[in-house]
């Protein structure tokens, strides 16, 4: 079975660019999660939806994130205009509901110049 | 507070036993989890426990709760250079979320 995919695997752009990042989540999973991990703050939750509604987007930094999630299937996060800060990996992760484990892609590494 | 915490660094020759130790705050927790990450890739799920458990063992990982203290540990038996990884301790409080702590970066000598 195909786990989280992600995509790209690696972005890299100049500052004041837009950045979309991409997920596609385990079929049948209700849940789906965005993610940044960085050194100095470890990993955050930036949002996350169930049944396709966003649920708590209290993680997401400022107004320059946003995600979408059209349906079951894809989901997006896109940084505009993007910030050398912005430079972190990005996962997203699925589960089926509460309690449940939640499954991680392989996510993406941004970098901001 | 609403932290998981864990010690950042482990080093552990290759053969003896890992023991990575986590504590957490919410007595409400009713799942515990570990899960690995290796570098370049994502968090990969080890192992969890029930909160009404005590123990659970899987192969070479052995997993410890502790409610009264609400501490959890992971048990490495016979540590191998492919276990060395980050390794994150979660919870999950009856939501969709999960709390990570920030992970205990386990280093294999040889």
């Known amino acids: 079975d195909a786990g989280v995919i992600q995509s790209p695997r690696h972005e890299v752009t100049e500052m004041g660019q837009e950045v979309t990042l991409r997920c596609k989540p385990i079929?049948?999973?209700?849940?789906l999660f965005w993610y940044r991990q960085t050194m100095m703050r470890g990993l955050e939750l930036l949002i996350y939806?169930?049944?396709?509604?966003?649920?708590?987007d209290s993680g997401m930094p400022e107004d320059r994130f946003s995600a979408k999630m059209p349906n079951a299937s894809f989901s997006t996060l896109k940084i505009q205009p993007s910030e050398p800060r912005d430079s972190a990996v990005y996962f997203c992760?699925?589960?089926?509901?509460?309690?449940?484990?939640?499954?991680f892609g392989d996510g993406t590494r941004l970098s901001i110049l | 507070g609403e932290d998981v915490e864990q010690s950042l660094f482990l080093s552990v020759r290759e053969g003896d036993s890992s023991v990575i130790n986590c504590t957490y705050t919410?007595?409400?927790?009713?799942?515990l989890y570990w899960y690995k990450q290796e570098p370049g890739a994502g968090l990969q799920l080890l192992t969890y426990?029930?909160?009404?458990?005590d123990m659970k063992q899987d192969q070479r990982l052995t997993v410890l709760l502790n409610k009264k203290d609400k501490h959890l540990s992971l048990r490495i038996a016979d540590t191998q250079t492919g276990d060395s990884a980050i390794y994150f301790c979660?919870?999950?409080?009856?939501?969709?979320?999960?709390?990570f702590g920030k992970g205990t970066r386990l280093h294999i000598l040889p």
């Open positions: 992760a699925s589960n089926q509901g509460p309690n449940q484990p939640q499954h």
């Open positions: 079929s049948g999973h209700n849940s």
């Open positions: 939806f169930n049944n396709n509604v966003p649920i708590d």
């Open positions: 919410d007595s409400s927790s009713t799942y």
């Open positions: 426990i029930f909160s009404n458990m």
């Open positions: 979660a919870e999950s409080r009856g939501d969709d979320k999960i709390i």
